[in-house]
């Protein structure tokens, strides 16, 4: 196969993504040379995002392939043809699992499409994610979903679970209806399959942090949840043993009080990313706006737009068992459901890669522990004059 010249220029995003449009078959058989190729662009309740489809002339379907990525590491220094090297190596891995296009047995999309649109055969594959309210626009309009807070989980059906191929349908309010159940139904079902396939963990901060550089895994490093007595850490991470997507854990039944049970004084969440929530116990110099002032400099550092979930601070009300924004003028209450009249047709994708998880975790982690230290000294320093 023939192989482009490459050059050092720096391209913009969608330079690149026209050069693997374009320039992809140089890096797959010759087989695929008559193969189509095209740019889609998709819209996701966390923003706007690029695939790359590579699809057979005989067939109607295609994997997507996100490309941000890949750019991003080629931004990081990565040459380019071993990036192209790596998508090419997804889509013959793809074809292989799914010979001639076919995708879970079916060989058309709408017979995809009938699977998930039929409640008896969508049930056990029924996920939530997690969605900012004040971040999403509105893209939560014409999809069914269940509000705390400036937080919200949206429902999809996942074909092909925990697989590089596996499929995410949105569910609309149009889907909803033909499902003959009711939104809370819904909710319920999703958080069970959900809290099923991703169990809960809190990690402190180097627990964390050892498992995303592969030094330990989730199953050996200190879970906190079930914690009989208060923990003295500066801050705790809860996401679920995947740590990717996690942020929904804070809709799993009991958790919160679990929580609760730990922190004396009580908490404060910062909704840290799509993928974590960062759990910080209070403290006498800490209150709502300081957080939402640390937090809206880790969004403006370290997280990207389409990870992001809320500028603002929340806290756990366990009579109405929610969390609230007390910045946004927000009073404990309970579940808000929603269920708009307009369809989104979104599919969703894949999952970036873990280590950018955790960047904002570890600059809020020193973030509060820094100022933590500054109010101790200037505590003593008090102490001291009198």
Known sequence: MKMSEQTNENMS????????????????????QDWK????????????????????????IAQMIYLDNFYSSYQQGRELPLLMKKISSMQLAYDKRFPE??????????EIMESAANWDSARESVLM??????????????????????LAVIYKVVLGHDTEDQIEIPITNQMLSCYGITLEELHEQAVKNTEKLYPAHLFNMRGLIETTMNISTPDNTENYLGYKSPVEETMLVLTNQKQAYGACVLFYPGILDQINSMCTEGFYIALSSVHESIIIPKAEWMDAECVDDMIKDINDICIRPEDQLSDYAHEYDPVSKTIYAPSLDQ???LFEVKQEDRMSDEVFGQMPDSLEKTQ????????????DAEQQKK?????SAR
């Open 37 to 60: 190729t095209k740019i889609i662009d998709l819209t996701r309740p966390s923003g706007e995002v690029k695939a790359l489809t590579i699809r057979s002339p005989e067939s109607n």
């Open 13 to 32: 995003f969608d330079e690149f993504c026209a050069y693997a449009e374009n320039h992809i078959k140089e890096y797959l058989p010759d087989t695929y």
């Open 129 to 150: 994610e997690a969605v900012g309210c004040s971040k999403s626009g509105t893209m939560l309009t014409g999809q069914p979903h269940t509000r705390m807070g400036d």
């Open 379 to 383: 505590a003593q320093r008090n102490r």
């Open 360 to 371: 904002a975790a570890a600059e809020l982690s020193a973030s509060v522990q820094m100022k």
């Open 101 to 110: 296009g076919a995708i879970l047995g079916s060989n058309s999309m709408p």
């Open 331 to 333: 009073s404990p209450k």
